[in-house]
């Protein structure tokens, strides 16, 4: 097997930095489907230069390159043992060339491992089959559309559709709630993969492995197909829209599979996948491991640019330029809807390094200061003696997370703006309002498109004690365009578009009971 760690290392780099022509395809249809100049288009415009930008840089996609999830089939008498060693050896030799962040901590002590190995990490499941050939599949899938998995148990009442009973209405009910719960925290438009029935741990699973078919492909099961269009049909009618902002791309897969249950139980398990739906696979020859062929594309079809010059983010000349330190009354004047440009100093911080927070004070100011959500991935390159940092992937992560923290950082440290993606809750919402401060929409996963907005690094904070992702980076921004979705007189649109998509649920589950 001389040849199969460079094969799964390939494996690796295609799959984080080159999406499948399937899901190309559907966010080509996710750019048509968005009215042209609204914030869902902007939104999409600054996805599909990230995506054609990773391929030509060979570059994350995503600065959150997930968890790596490999499914191995192979022939019987196969060494799966040295396979897997391999396997660990690639995972930890592709974060070292800044194609995986490092993303694996220790449950307990938060410590990043730095190489991506860790206790049940990666992932990989053995399969034997009965074909001379090995077959290994790829999903790398990120934490903020994780974060939006749900399973129900049913029967069980529903946000804005009611009752959901055991049965193929209840379960359409449960996968339409799943794209509403989402709305733009898992960076919509995105992708279902359910599971009716089995067991809790199994119904993951199996919802997940719904995610490995492509997207265009048609489902066996004539029942589950028709349920696949309908529920496509409708969760494109909501109304979340890209980001989350509203609009007509909600949805660009739903994926279902059936496993039998126990009587008691009636589980409807949902994994979520956001538009960043990295999954690549190869057959490789089982003797010596080379690559023999590539699953999910057509060597005859080259790989397709997603922006055209019509296409492309344009600046209006209407954008707001911001550069900290921010005064309130700057801030006061902003308002939802608002594209601004980011110039100059930005600071990142997330989860742990709001929970240092709570205790310690901040190893840079944050007065007047701009909190970017963002775990980048970063590179230190130059000779010996010379090296400097630099930034491959720096997308926002999911705010909702800082929800129980970023009220006191606001009142205590004079914060005026944070960037993040997905929005945040009421008592954040408050506390701009009080004390003067924005929250900036970035467009989740655009992270090649925000790593060239951030030219330099300035410097690093806490980089030994919380690890690359979660370090406190000083960053000078060029042009960072962001959205303003939440603003210092009390509005939010994340508010606004999860009432009116729930209307639209409402409607849903009206027109079904009146059939
Ligand atoms: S695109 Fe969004 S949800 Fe997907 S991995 Fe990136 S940050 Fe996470």
Known sequence: MEFFKQSILELIIQTSTNLPPDVRQAMKWAMHAEAPASQASQALAIIGENIDMAHENEGAICQDTGMPTFEVHTPVGANQIVMRRMIQEAVAEATARGK????SVDAITGKNSGNNLGPGTPVIH?????????????????????????????PANLDHLGRADRDLEGVRKCL???????????????????????????????????????????NPNPILARLEHEVMDEANRIGVGTMGFGGKASL????????????????????????????????????????TGWLYRDPDRPVEKLIAQNNAFRLTGREVRLEAPLTEAQVRALKVGDVVLINGRLLTGRDALHHYLLDHEPPASLDGGILYHCGPVMLKEGAAGKEHWRVKAAGPTTSIREEPYEADIIRRYHLRAVIGKGGMGKRTLAAMKEYGAVYLHGIGGAAQYYARCLPRVLGVHLLEQLGVPEAMWELEAHDFPAIVTMDAHGNSLHEEVAAATGAELEKLAAGATSH
């Open 176 to 218: 339409l709630h799943a794209v509403w719960q989402a709305q733009g925290q898992g960076c919509a438009p995105g992708a279902l993969g359910a599971c009716i029935g089995s067991d809790r741990a199994h119904g993951y699973h199996l919802a997940k492995q719904q995610l490995l078919r492509t997207l265009d492909d048609e």
């Open 126 to 154: 053995f399969e034997q089959w009965e074909q001379p050939e090995v077959e290994v599949r790829l999903i790398l899938k990120g934490g903020g559309c994780e974060n939006k998995n749900i399973q129900y148990s049913l």
């Open 252 to 291: 660009i897969g739903c994926k279902i599979v059936a496993a039998n249950r126990l009587p008691a139980s009636f589980f409807v398990s949902v994994a979520y996948e956001c538009w960043a739906f990295r999954r690549l696979g190869i057959t490789l020859d089982a003797k010596s491991g080379p690559i």
């Open 100 to 103: 995986l962040r490092p993303n």
